[in-house]
C-alpha cells in the first residue's frame, strides 16, 4: 500500500497516516507525508516506523508552491513508483470578511492553499498513475463548501471550488482507471476546530474519522460526508431556498478572524 497525503502534520492527515499503518500492518505501507512543519512530520514517521513494515518518506513543504510538489512526486515515484492513493488533505481556515481591506490576504491565502495546493498535489502524480493503469486521487473538501457560510466567506468558496474541481476531475480520469473521491467532513476534533467556541453539532474524533475516511476510499466512493448525520443535514442544506438559507443563518457563530501571521 503506497499513500501520498498532503497536510499530515497534524489533524485528519496525520489520523490518516496513523490510520493507514494500523490497518495495514500486515503488508508493507509507503507513506509520503507532505506539510509545511517538518518537526512534526518527524515526530509521525519516529512513532510510525516503529511497526517494521512501515516507511515514511517526508516532505516538508508548502503546497502552494508548485515545484515543491512536483519535486516530492517525483522523488517519491522515483522510490516507490506510482502511489496506489494521493491524499490532497492539507488546508486552512479562518473567519474572514470583506469589508475589511486587510482579510484580502486572507481570501488569497485560502484559495491558494486549499484549491491550488489541491491542483499542485495530484498533477505530478496522474501521468505516472496513468501509465501503471489506475489510482486514486482523494480531496478533502467540506460540508462549508455546500453553502455559503457567514463569517467565512473565503473558506466556503474554496470549499465549494474544490468540490466542483473534484467533480470535473472525477469525469476525467474515469477512462484511465484513476477514481476520485471527494469527503466532506463536518465537524472533526482537530487543531482546526479546537479555536472554536460554539456548539459543533456530530462533533467526531479525528482518529474514528480517518478509519471512516479510509474505508470510504477503499469503497471508491464519489462523494461522501462524513459523520453521516452531516450527510442528511447537507442534503438539507443544498435543497433549501436562498431565503430560508438567509433567515437560518442570521444568528449564525462567526469563525474568529485570527492574527495574519500564520499566511
Ligand atoms: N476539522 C474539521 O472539522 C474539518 C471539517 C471539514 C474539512 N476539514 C478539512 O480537513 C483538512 C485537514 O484539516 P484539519 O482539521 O486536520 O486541520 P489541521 O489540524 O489544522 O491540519 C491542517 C493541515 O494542513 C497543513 N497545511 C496547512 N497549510 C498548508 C500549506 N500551505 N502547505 C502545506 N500544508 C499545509 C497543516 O500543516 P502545516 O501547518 O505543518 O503546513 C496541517 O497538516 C483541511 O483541508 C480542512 O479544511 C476539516
Not at 501520498?4 to 492527515?13: E, L, V, W, Y
Request: hydrophobic share 45%.
Amino acid at each position: 500500500m503506497k499513500v501520498f497525503i498532503t497536510g499530515a502534520s497534524s489533524g485528519i492527515g496525520a489520523a490518516l497516516a496513523s490510520a493507514y499503518a494500523t490497518r495495514y500492518e500486515n503488508e508493507e505501507v509507503i507513506l509520503g507525508l507532505a506539510a509545511r512543519r517538518s518537526e512534526h512530520l518527524q515526530k509521525l514517521k519516529i512513532q510510525l516506523e516503529k511497526t517494521p513494515q512501515i516507511r515514511c518518506r517526508l516532505y516538508p513543504l508548502d503546497v502552494r508552491d508548485q515545484s515543491a510538489l512536483t519535486q516530492a512526486a517525483s522523488d517519491f515515484i522515483q522510490h516507490h513508483g506510482a502511489p496506489d492513493t494521493v491524499i490532497a488533505c492539507a488546508g486552512v481556515s479562518r473567519g474572514t470578511l470583506t469589508e475589511h481591506q486587510e482579510d484580502i490576504a486572507a481570501f488569497q491565502a485560502v484559495m491558494d492553499i486549499n484549491v491550488m495546493g489541491m491542483v499542485h498535489t495530484f498533477q505530478p502524480f496522474i501521468s505516472t498513475m496513468r501509465a501503471k493503469g489506475g489510482g486514486q486521487l482523494v480531496g478533502i473538501a467540506s460540508v462549508a463548501g455546500v453553502r455559503g457560510l457567514p463569517g467565512a466567506g473565503a473558506y466556503s468558496a474554496s470549499k465549494a471550488a474544490a468540490i466542483s474541481y473534484l467533480e470535473s476531475l472525477r469525469v476525467e480520469m474515469a477512462p484511465c482507471n484513476i477514481s476520485v473521491t471527494t469527503i466532506a467532513p463536518g465537524y472533526i476534533r482537530t487543531p482546526m476546530t479546537d479555536v472554536n467556541t460554539y456548539k459543533m453539532p456530530f462533533l467526531m474524533d479525528a482518529n474514528v474519522a480517518a478509519i471512516k475516511f479510509i474505508k470510504a476510499i477503499e469503497g471508491k466512493r464519489r462523494f461522501v460526508v462524513i459523520p453521516w448525520q452531516m450527510g442528511w443535514l447537507a442534503r438539507l442544506m443544498k435543497f433549501i431556498p436562498p431565503v430560508v438559507w438567509d433567515w437560518a443563518m442570521k444568528k449564525a457563530p462567526y469563525k474568529p478572524r485570527l492574527d495574519w501571521d500564520w499566511l
